[in-house]
T-cell receptor, first 115, second 115 residues
Framework: NAGVTQTPKFQVLKTGQSMTLQCAQD?????MSWYRQDPGMGLRLIHY???????DQGEVPNGYNVSRSTTEDFPLRLLSAAPSQTSVYFC??????????????FGPGTRLTVL | KQEVTQIPAALSVPEGENLVLNCSFT??????LQWFRQDPGKGLTSLLL?????REQTSGRLNASLDKSSGRSTLYIAASQPGDSATYLC??????????????FGRGTQLTVWP
């Protein structure tokens, strides 16, 4: 049971390049989400998904796209990277309770630098 | 919108002290509250999860309490050790309306325990 995995661990991009951050979980969790963590800003929700084929925006969705074609995978796409997207990105997953989210499990993160 | 505040932002103590970390939230309509630990350059590790109907949870030297009506939680660390040095984050999961499917984080308390 690998839990939540993220690739790559580190990435450097030039402004305007595109890339996809990968996230996968093997716990059959319905809920998956992406956060970015910046100094002094805490963790901010980018996008989330409550199941295959269902996604929604979080607090800071601009510049990012997601899709959820399978339960296991939830990739995050940067369409045209900007220096403001330099951050550490975390993926998380959980089951869903009767009226909210259950315990969250986080991946190890991807450190992205945009030059 | 749910706002989560953690006090203090940083704490430095000698080994052996008992500690209290504080977390407050503005909307009492929560499903649960989760405490995490984050080591430098690493992901988030779940420490304790308290359901909204519970008053406290314990794991080893850690005890977390929840007062939902006043919007407060505390994380008590007994007999602190240098290995406890990390950033501690609290997060609440909403239980209704637009807060369903979202986790709101505080900015964390950076703890240093010196020998």
């Amino acid at each position: 049971n690998a839990g939540v995995t993220q690739t790559p661990k580190f990435q450097v991009l030039k402004t305007g390049q595109s890339m996809t951050l990968q996230c996968a979980q093997d716990m059959n969790h319905e809920y998956m989400s992406w956060y970015r963590q910046d100094p002094g800003m805490g963790l901010r929700l980018i996008h989330y998904s409550v199941g295959a084929g269902i996604t929604d925006q979080g607090e800071v969705p601009n510049g990012y796209n997601v899709s959820r074609s399978t339960t296991e995978d939830f990739p995050l796409r940067l369409l045209s990277a900007a220096p403001s997207q330099t951050s550490v990105y975390f993926c998380a997953s959980s089951t869903q309770g009767l009226a909210g989210l259950n315990e969250q499990f986080f991946g190890p993160g991807t450190r992205l630098t945009v030059l | 919108k749910q706002e989560v505040t953690q006090i203090p932002a940083a704490l430095s103590v000698p080994e052996g002290e008992n500690l209290v970390l504080n977390c407050s939230f503005t909307d009492s309509a929560i499903y649960n509250l989760q405490w995490f630990r984050q080591d430098p350059g690493k992901g988030l590790t779940s420490l304790l999860l308290i359901q909204s109907s519970q008053r406290e949870q314990t794991s080893g030297r850690l005890n977390a309490s929840l007062d939902k009506s006043s919007g407060r939680s505390t994380l008590y660390i007994a007999a602190s050790q240098p290995g406890d040095s990390a950033t501690y984050l609290c997060a609440v999961s909403g239980d209704r309306g637009s807060t369903l499917g979202r986790l709101y984080f505080g900015r964390g308390t950076q703890l240093t325990v010196w020998p």
